[in-house]
DNA sequence: CCAACCATGTAATTTGTTACATGATTCC
DNA sequence: GGAATCATGTAACAAATTACATGGTTGG
């Protein structure tokens, strides 16, 4: 007898955007990115369409259109009462350990194996990536007070920035002290 | 004709252990969570004895002994030549974007839909957490600057244990500002 | 004597990625 | 006219987890 614990997030995540407002296959790709990429690796169409289905056949969301727009056929799915339960359900559930798999940090701890220029181009464009992300995390901050309508939604989306922005910064302090170790190793 | 990029990175893993020491199947694990599981989710038996036979056919690895102590029997792999190379080539490849899977902020983002003390409390056990993960940190330093054996593999060793303090440090800050916009809320 | 740990492994299943396949629309 | 983007989906495959299966050894 199986006791599958095993929990498919893409299914968490579809109902919770489309608790929010209906949204196509496309849609959805793109709103996960901009709500939940800074922490949550891209979801990608193998993933949605798929589940999508599955959702469908569970009645938990509904094909709400198929907006023919020329040739064009968009298919707007909508979450169900059974969907909001299911989300519901999940969202009161302790949460489970993140899943980190941090590539550079595989590649530092065999390091001394090649040559220590490699660990040190490894951690600047480490430290670049995570410049930028700042820089992202910030404008999407500034446009946020811009259009501040005060919604309970905005307020949860802005705690996932910060955090954004707090590991980021971290990230580069360590980038910078780990290229001071390595230069002076390398000396 | 496919172009398949995917690295199975417990390959990588476990050569990289392996050419430090000759080891079991089941040392492999417990020094993997010592040596990265602070940023890389664990390895299971279920991808290391897999791995451990498809490397020894590749010839990358091999078995060294098959020590019988009694009725137990430890089969003790090692690193080839050709292991080497292959965990070189990959040393020196740029190192994959990291891969995250925050359920905490997954909960976070869409927890306006279920009372904010789920939220609280989610938050609660993280910080929880990520005090531990600090405590335990600082003693691996600790014991570390006792028996400092001033070699490479341990400069390394000890660049990725400051990853973990400075990120782990900042989850603990953003804990707390979240817990105070979460509280402030609530009233 | 019993729990915790040492030790090896397989089978079933799920999860996730990548490539493939197709074509419309919009903007420059 | 052409590039970027919108839009939907499948097939093949690789990665990873979990449960199952077995049994020895060590230390209290």
């Known amino acids: 007898m199986d006791t599958l614990v095993r929990e498919n997030k893409a299914k968490f995540i579809i109902l919770g955007l489309l608790s929010h407002d ?46 023919e727009e020329g040739e064009r056929i968009r298919k707007i799915y909508s979450i169900t009462p059974e969907g909001v339960g299911e989300l519901r359900k999940w ?12 590539d550079i940090l595989l590649k530092l701890t065999f390091g001394a194996k090649v040559g220590i ?23 999407i901050e500034r446009s946020l007070h811009n259009t501040l309508h005060e919604n309970e939604d905005h307020a ?28 002076a190793t390398s000396k």
Do not use: C
């Open 22 to 67: 209906s949204l196509t296959g496309y849609d959805l790709r793109q709103i996960a990115e901009r709500m939940i990429g800074n922490f949550w690796t891209d979801l990608s169409y193998g993933q949605i369409y798929p589940t999508l289905r599955t959702l469908e056949k569970q009645g938990l969301v509904s094909k709400t259109a198929e907006v």
């Open 117 to 139: 220029e490699y660990s040190i181009k490894n951690v600047e464009e480490f430290k670049q990536r995570n410049e930028a992300a700042i820089e992202r995390y910030d404008a």
């Open 91 to 102: 969202l009161i559930e302790p949460a489970d350990t993140e899943i980190l798999k941090l």
């Open 156 to 183: 949860f989306f802005l705690l996932t920035l910060h955090y954004g922005q707090y590991v980021t910064r971290a990230q580069i302090q360590w980038a910078n002290k780990a290229l001071e170790t390595l230069h």
